[in-house]
């Protein structure tokens, strides 16, 4: 979608009570016009406001100031939507069957497996679908406006264009409202952003093309009014503002399934394919060859039964659910459990800047004064840390006024508590504040030996601020603001040598490093300011710049060198400027020299979908981005075949978080809309949780195709031992009880316990599965046939040796065939926990579930040999000793034919 968003008056939906279409869109780039355009524009009085009888012809017009309701899905249908997946039809399907076959302990299983998966999705999604909802909790309840040329006070679904609204410090905004006049007004449009900082605000129009960030002239729908006053004229309600934009954004972007819902679609199908074949060939070679029609139905549902992975979906639910358990020890919070997966299937990651590669605190980096620079990176953080200095004199050093003009012309409050430092007010202030705190000097009693008798807020217009002061009975003027501003107000310039060039090229130098710049100046003056209307402050001397970067997170250069390593790659997403985004990124390893490209969201919106396709390839900074050009650079990526994650905390970033493979937000600074539109929360904020969080998606990948590899491949040896016996003329080797035993004691705990393992060393050393990798690849599927030949073949050796043996009976033949199968799995079992390491080289207490498990399986079957019930339910008998012997050591053979397997591919390289 377009990049640009022009403000418009149009209804937020039709008017209500009436059949009419909603008047058409009217755009009008009201950032470009001036309040009296605005005004005559949409027939308001910026004295006396809207008649009371217009204002309700408006709102029959327009409609209510809300954003519209999403209907969401009824209930039913999200119930039905957990069945519908290839693996619910099979497990149906065999659930049917059992039934018609009256084996109804099994028919009871396979619907427990069914409505427990069903019950946990259920859960899942109606929690999942809030986003819009938690938008409507942004906008503001009520609203101060001007009716009939009288303040009132009204619900906010009652503004309507033409509406002059009153603002002040604390409020929310209740519409998008073109400024008429504004005094010292700083509002946090950090929702719409992603930028923090509180941004200046005044009714001078700005260029027509101008980005959201950059509109000055306009306050926003659910911002925050962060100091000063305001009075706006409404230019757009309801869904035509910049939240309801967002919250439209929101209901277009499509989810995608998560790679692993796509994977084990396909794996299913696959699956049936196969099982619903060979089950039709081997009931009609047994009808061929004279076997009764019952009994082959039988032995086929007995069969399906036991090759089916009908543990599939609770195992997947259970390594999926110790994933988001891990996760959350390492502070990242799951609320959807696909997720788990595919952030460590992600191959693109889109980061924010502000609080998640950075610190999300503005400080002081630099100091340069009289031509020299002072890097304050390295002193202590903490102020109280620092060795107090003596309160410095009018007659100081230009470094020393250049840190007292920081700290006193300055609105903002630090506390030095011991808890730590508690700042309140606008972040570029309390960073000056605190960089005086942390050069040793004592705010509270600075402030009281200075005493204040005048002051010029700051104002984006002005663009400086001036406190006015008095020490010893002597008036002195400090000043900080905008570099040229301040410049055009000295006389001097502190320093030998020191001009207004040198100023420049040390302003040029800060910016290009991504510093934001302020100047500092003083002056000694004759006589006491006007306290109620200071002269503006002249004929200063410059003292210096300060150098201020919201610096980046600990840790976060080593994290994006682990994802590079794991073959992820990391741009940067930001609302901020582009020198800044690109120094940051410079500093954080995203980038490699200063001289890298960075794209602009003013770029992005007169670029086609094919250019920005190419642009995403190679471009890894996006600076001043909007929501709509954040979604668009999402879209560009997953049309390149990316499996895209997205970080963000603001309202702006909701759309693109759900249109992403995985959305990533903040648990501590991000809205409750990003939250919602989400599928993982950092709880720390910290960008080095995502690697932790990728490694933990990763582990849990590979357990589920650990189970998936160890049900299939004991499938394919229980089945193959059946239609092999028809070939040979033999007695049927198991009867279907004996099938169904097999089944659940191999397989009972065994499977969910490969779900405990611990994840390989190289995890993140390994590249990003592609969207298309099947959970069971081929050199697997490889391993798959031959361990399953090789269990059916000595299940096959085992049962011909003993119907040689006259000392044994039919039913002792049967009872050796099932022990060996038996066996056989418990030694699969163990080979199955890892894809290429040697089961010789992992600890048997590492995964203690695993080993219990199993030896409670083998004590189970041992004895059901020997109770009479057991033994008359699946026709089994003891078995000598010397036959267990045997058993063991075939057994032992798929052991070490798979290490034999792995040890090839180890040292050929053949990874999966």
């Not at 003009?405 to 430092?421: H, R």
């Not at 799995?825 to 290429?836: D, G, N």
């Amino acid at each position: 979608m377009s990049g640009r968003a022009e403000h418009t008056i149009v209804a937020s939906k039709e008017p209500q009570g009436t059949d009419d279409q909603a008047p058409p869109t009217e755009e009008v780039a009201w950032h470009a016009r001036t309040a009296e355009d605005a005004l005559a524009h949409l027939d308001a009085d910026a004295e006396g406001g809207l008649s009371t009888a217009e204002a309700e012809r408006r709102l029959g017009e327009y409609g209510p100031n809300r954003l519209e309701e999403s209907e969401g899905r009824p209930w039913w249908q999200t119930l039905l939507d957990q069945f519908r997946s290839p693996l619910i039809y099979i497990l149906l399907i065999a659930a049917v069957v059992t039934l018609l076959l009256e084996e109804y302990v099994d028919a009871g299983v396979i619907a427990a497996v069914l409505v427990l998966n069903a019950a946990i999705g259920f859960y899942q999604e109606r929690q999942a679908e809030q986003a819009v909802q938690a938008l409507m909790d942004l906008v503001s309840p009520t609203a101060t406006v001007l009716r009939d040329g009288v303040e009132q006070e009204i619900d906010a679904e009652q503004v309507v264009p033409g509406d002059v609204v009153l603002l002040e410090s604390g409020g929310k905004v209740p519409a998008d409202a073109r400024l008429l006049r504004a005094s010292s007004l700083q509002v946090d449009e950090s929702l719409l952003t992603g930028e923090s900082t509180a941004v200046g605000k005044d009714p001078e129009p700005v260029d027509a093309d101008a980005p959201v960030a950059e509109r000055s002239c306009l306050v926003f729908d659910g911002t925050a009014v962060a100091t000063g006053r305001a009075r706006g004229v409404v230019v757009a309600t309801g869904e035509s503002t910049e939240l309801g934009k967002i919250a439209e954004q929101m209901r277009e972007a499509e989810e995608l399934s998560s790679p692993l819902a796509e994977r084990m679609a396909r794996f299913a199908n696959i699956i049936g394919l196969i099982i619903l074949v060979s089950v039709l060939v081997t009931v009609a070679y047994g009808l061929l060859i004279g076997e009764p029609l019952g009994e082959m139905l039988l032995i086929a549902a007995a069969l399906a039964v036991a090759t089916v992975p009908e543990a599939l979906p609770v195992v997947l639910t259970v390594a999926l659910a110790l994933g988001v358990r891990r996760m959350a020890q390492r502070r990242a919070i799951v609320r959807r459990l696909p997720a788990v997966e595919t952030l460590g299937s992600a191959t693109f990651i889109g980061s924010d800047k502000t609080g998640t590669l950075t610190r999300n605190e503005m400080t002081v980096q630099e100091v340069w004064v009289a031509g020299r620079a002072h890097d304050l990176t390295g002193v202590p953080e903490d102020p109280r840390e620092v060795e107090s200095r003596q309160l410095p004199e009018a007659d100081a050093e230009p470094a020393t006024l250049a840190m007292l003009a920081g700290a006193l012309a300055n609105e903002a409050d630090l506390e030095l508590t011991d808890d730590g430092v508690e700042a309140r007010g606008d972040p570029t202030e309390t960073a000056l504040l605190l960089a005086a705190a942390r050069s040793g000097y004592d705010l509270e009693a600075l402030r009281r030996s200075w005493v204040e008798r005048a002051q010029i807020p700051f104002e984006s217009q002005r663009q400086y601020a001036a406190s006015y002061r008095e020490r010893d009975g002597a008036h002195h003027v400090f000043v900080k603001g905008a570099p040229e501003r301040v410049l055009a107000m000295c006389r001097d310039l502190a320093g030998d040598g020191v001009d207004e060039d040198t100023v420049r090229e040390a302003q040029e130098d800060m910016a290009g490093r991504g510093l934001r710049v302020l100047a500092s100046a003083y002056a000694r003056l004759d006589a006491a300011p006007d306290p109620d209307e200071p002269a503006e402050p002249a004929g200063l001397t410059f003292l210096g710049l300060h150098g201020l970067l919201d610096p980046p997170r600990e840790g976060v250069r080593e994290a994006i060198e682990g994802a590079r390593r794991a073959g992820q790659r990391v741009v940067m997403i930001t609302g901020d400027h582009a020198a800044t985004a690109r120094a940051i990124a410079r500093d954080l390893g995203i980038v490699a020299d200063d001289d890298a490209k960075v794209l602009t969201g003013r770029e992005i919106a007169d670029y086609s979908d094919a250019n920005l396709d190419e642009a995403v390839a190679e471009v890894a900074v996006f600076a001043r981005v909007e929501p709509g050009h954040k979604l668009r650079i999402v879209e560009a990526a997953q049309r390149r075949g990316e499996v895209v994650a997205v970080t963000g905390d603001g309202v702006n970033d909701a759309p693109a978080l759900k249109r992403a493979d995985i959305g990533v937000s903040m648990g501590q600074a991000g809205t409750d809309v990003a939250r919602e539109a989400s599928e993982v929360v950092l709880t720390d904020d910290n960008f080095v949780t995502i690697e932790s969080a990728i490694e933990e998606g990763r582990v849990t990948f590979d357990n589920v195709r650990k189970v998936t590899f160890f049900l299939i491949s004991t499938g394919v040896g229980t089945f193959l031992i059946v239609p092999a016996t028809l070939l040979l003329g033999w007695p049927l080797i198991l009867v279907p009880a004996q099938l169904l035993w097999a089944n659940v004691v191999t397989k009972g705990l065994q499977d969910l316990a490969l779900a405990f393992e611990a994840g390989e060393p190289d995890v993140l050393d390994q590249p990003p599965r592609g969207k298309r990798e099947p959970v069971i690849t081929g050199p697997l599927w490889i391993r798959t046939v031959i361990a399953g030949v090789v269990i059916a073949a000595g299940t096959l050796a085992m049962y011909g040796w003993a119907l040689g043996q006259e000392a044994l009976g039919q039913e002792q033949a049967r009872t050796v065939a099932l022990s060996t199968l038996v066996v056989f799995q418990a030694f699969h079992l163990f080979s199955s926990r890892s894809e290429l390491r040697s089961v010789f080289t992992l600890s048997l207490t590492s995964n203690r579930f695993l080993f219990l498990a199993q030896a409670g399986a083998l004590v189970v079957h041992i004895a059901a040999l020997y109770l009479p019930a057991t033994q008359f339910v699946l026709r089994v008998e003891p078995i000598p000793l010397g036959a267990w012997g045997l058993i063991v050591a075939v057994s032992l053979s798929v052991l070490v034919v798979v290490e034999v397997e792995k040890l090839i591919r180890r040292r050929f390289g053949l990874a999966a």
